[in-house]
């Protein structure tokens, strides 16, 4: 697989002479997020996180999308956290597009750098700490852990994409592919985040329709995406936020391979009452 690169936002603002209008939209099954609005006025802060801001790509919406949180962080120098999550319920995925960092997750050190893949199981310790000079950018996806009585949530690991060998689809030579991080038949995951890599001409032959919500980053390259009856042309940077059961598709566009990181739910009941209450606990 040829060498990998990732989109990183640098913020800034765009020029008084900018035209506002661009592919940015929110529909009632689908937002686009251009890569443009990763600006400087759209960063937010955390509490616990010091010389570091970030933009939020996707939060739970009743009504949306409501299982996931996504965060772009980026940390300057010498920043990071001691206490990064304040919910023991939730899980989390890094995944790092630029720099350098250290990492200690449940007392165990790791060093990080572009493309490294961190699982954080619900509850675990971690601290994040900017080592290089430069910012470090990494994406955080934030989920509540759906607990099941006869399954332990998965132990929290590290990895990085090159150590990873893509799962080719059925019938496609190779041209589409999925990097998977963890075991997709291991239940006790309920979600996955994924990297799905195209060759150019790739292609989604037929509108994906299914009950996953999904959150995707544009990593490297450039695709017509097929949203609900609606082709939008992305680009590395730009971000796709999807509800359930809204169809999907895509076709490669640029000369280079495309890839983005995917977000979905997995591997469990579907709530049947308003609201994901199960009925009866009152919670």
């Known amino acids: ?7 990183t936002p640098k ?7 900018s035209n506002p209008e661009d592919k940015s939209r929110f529909t009632p099954s689908y937002a686009v ?13 955390l509490p616990e996180w010091t010389n570091t801001r970030l933009w939020v790509l996707a939060r739970p919406m009743t009504g949306f999308a409501e299982t996931f949180a996504h965060y772009i962080m ?3 120098p010498g920043g ?24 200690d997750l449940d007392g165990r050190s790791h060093h990080l750098t572009a493309g490294s893949y961190v699982y954080i199981s619900p509850g675990v310790k971690w601290t994040f700490l900017n080592i290089s000079t430069e910012p470090v950018t990494f994406h955080w996806i934030r989920k509540r852990y759906q607990r099941v009585a006869s399954l332990d949530a998965p132990p929290s690991f590290v990895t990085h994409d090159d150590d990873v060998v893509p ?10 592919s999925t990097t998977r991080f963890a075991d997709p038949t291991d239940l006790r995951h309920d979600m996955h985040v ?3 890599n195209f060759q150019p001409g790739g292609v989604i032959p037929f509108a994906e329709t299914h009950v996953m919500e999904h959150g995707l980053y544009m990593l490297e390259g450039a695709a017509d995406y097929y949203i609900n009856q609606d082709w939008v042309a992305v680009e590395a940077g730009d971000y796709l936020w999807l509800r359930a059961f809204s169809p999907q598709a895509c076709r490669v566009t640029g000369e280079g391979r495309f890839r983005y990181l995917l977000y979905k739910d ?9 609201g994901g209450l199960k009925a009866g606990l009152g919670e």
């Open 1 to 7: 697989m040829a060498k990998s690169t990732y989109y």
């Open 11 to 17: 913020g800034g603002l765009l020029p008084q002479t």
């Open 33 to 45: 997020i251009d890569k443009r609005a990763l600006s400087d006025i759209t960063t937010s802060f």
């Open 74 to 76: 980026e940390v300057s």
């Open 80 to 103: 990071g956290s001691t206490a990064p999550e304040d919910d023991a319920s939730a899980e989390g995925v890094l995944f790092v597009v630029s720099g350098k960092a250290g990492l």
């Open 167 to 176: 799962t080719e689809m059925p019938d496609t030579d190779g041209v589409w």
């Open 194 to 196: 994924n990297i799905v």
């Open 266 to 274: 997995v591997n469990r009941h579907m709530p049947l009452s308003p």
